[in-house]
């Protein structure tokens, strides 16, 4: 009796091993599981096949031959009227960093250091494709955000060996879709569309070509799907069918930073209305870490009613926002007491394009009783008359 007393304790003893052990190894398992969820993805700084081709197109539309990798398509740049394209717009390019973009760095460095050092997320509404812009005021973001009416559209993935035409048709497209850029630092929509849209299709060329001239490497593209209450991405041109994807996703690689960068563009209607069908597209940007704000000639879209859900994205998910007029309405932006706004340059009327409502009394008595120092560079929808203005509010937390 006492021997099967001692058997059935020893086995006891065994089965409270074997569970003690059961117990650890799913510990271990849960721990190692929640670590690969919750650890970060590891960068791909290889661009893949596609990547490439795509970089090397991408630096013949931004007048850099000297970066395109390819001989056949370095071969392309020798062509008579894409020669004329490159030097012309190599000319252009040189002026709106003069005028427009090196200034513009410049104060960012000296006003907002901080915010030109952020690594964390820009979401930008009513972009286009202005990855420019965004890019010289927030160069360290790892992840941008930008918001357009614009198809995204696509790059030709068979563009070496094909006729003369189309290499002429395709720059004259994309030069004259860049005319107001050059001339004004901002879109106008429906003549860049109208541009746009007989060869490229969309905005993407124009993501693809700012980024390679702020000295980038396009290292993937791919376009961005909403599926079954979902965003799903898949290799750019891969979709067999005609549906036209939400947006595009561009990884992309600046020798001067320890990591890739992304930057999203989404052609989306940023109503209510709009947004009530899209969900999941934000929750996706409400997903984003660290979220700062940029808003640049955003023809006074919030100052109408029915944009509340963007508004409740900039107000109560970023932490700083940097504007000109044309963004967030003054007054019901500074009621908001967990924002502290500071002016720069100055404010002038809204130009005759828009409507009487635009106008801001109140802002304008705020700039002149400060009197903030002049921007000194043309900035927006003032480009003529050196009244630009700047806002930068941050989110005080408390």
Not at 150 to 167: A, H, N
Not at 207 to 223: A, C, K, P, S, T
Not at 319 to 339: N, P
Request: hydrophobic share 40%; proline share 6%; charged share 25%.
């Amino acid at each position: 009796m006492k021997f099967y007393n001692l058997l059935f304790i020893a086995l006891l003893g065994c089965l409270g091993c074997n569970s003690a052990t059961d117990e650890r190894k799913a510990e271990e398992g849960s721990q190692e599981a929640a670590a690969r969820m919750t650890a970060p993805e590891l960068p791909v700084f290889e661009p893949s096949a596609a990547g490439k081709r795509y970089h090397d197109f991408a630096a013949l539309l931004a007048a850099m031959p000297q970066r395109v990798q390819n001989d056949s398509a370095r071969a392309i740049a020798g062509l008579p009227c894409v020669q004329t394209a490159i030097e012309t717009m190599d000319a252009r390019w040189q002026q709106l960093n003069t005028t427009y973009l090196m200034p513009l760095q410049q104060w960012a460095k000296q006003q907002v250091a901080d915010l030109h050092r952020h690594e964390g997320t820009l979401f930008y509404p009513f972009s286009g494709p202005d990855i420019l812009n965004a890019q010289v005021l927030f160069p360290a973001c790892r992840t941008y955000v930008l918001v357009g009416l614009e198809r995204p559209g696509y790059l030709p993935d068979d563009y070496m060996g094909r006729s003369e035409t189309f290499y002429c048709r395709y720059f004259q497209d994309v030069e004259r879709a860049l005319e107001d850029l050059f001339v004004r630092n901002y879109f106008i929509t429906s003549y860049m569309s109208s541009d746009l849209y007989r060869s490229a299709q969309g905005v993407l060329p124009l993501l693809v070509l700012f980024l390679v001239r702020q000295g980038n490497d396009i290292l993937h593209v791919e376009d961005v799907y909403l599926e079954n209450d979902s965003l799903r991405t898949v290799p750019h041109r891969e979709r067999p069918d005609d549906r036209r994807p939400l947006g595009v996703k561009v990884s992309f690689k600046h020798p001067e930073r320890a990591y890739a960068q992304t930057v999203y563009y989404f052609g989306v209607d940023l109503s209510d209305k709009s947004l009530q069908k899209k969900p999941v597209w934000v929750a996706f940007v409400k997903q984003q870490s660290n979220k700062i704000a940029y808003m640049k000639a955003a023809s006074y879209v919030l100052f109408n009613p029915g944009f509340e859900t963007v508004k409740s994205l900039l107000l109560d998910e970023c932490s700083a926002i940097v504007q000109d007029d044309t963004g967030l309405r003054w007054a019901e932006w500074s009621k908001r007491k967990d924002w502290k706004i500071s002016l720069y340059g100055k404010y002038a009327r809204p130009i005759r394009d828009f409507g009487k409502y635009t106008y801001q009394t109140d802002l304008e008595a705020l700039y002149d009783s400060l009197q903030p120092p002049a921007l000194g560079f043309p900035y927006g929808y003032h480009w003529r008359d050196g009244n630009s203005s700047l806002l930068v509010g941050r989110r005080q937390r408390h």
